[in-house]
């Protein structure tokens, strides 16, 4: 036998150990029940993220009612601060921000 041919029985009987421990560990998960559990926790994950997406999303659309609220309160006070300065009223100062 040359290296080359060694070299490829070698690696053949390698791959061939490989491929049949697989087979019997997958068998063994099967008949054991850990494969069922691990299918469990991977779809409870799935739910995990829809949920987080879903919650996401939802403080999204808050954030964005809460925005559009604001704009128009800080708008309508706008207008009565014209309205006064036009019937000759000086409104108070705009009060500053204590954050």
Known sequence: ??????????????????????????VFKQLSGSAGRERVRNTSLEAQRVAAIEERDQANAERDAEAKKRRKTEEYASVLRR??????????PWPTETI
């Open 1 to 26: 036998m040359d290296t080359g041919q060694l070299l490829v029985t070698i690696l053949g009987a390698g791959g061939g150990s490989a491929l049949l421990l697989a087979l019997i560990q997958g």
């Open 83 to 92: 309205q006064l300065n036009e019937a000759g009223i000086a409104p108070a």
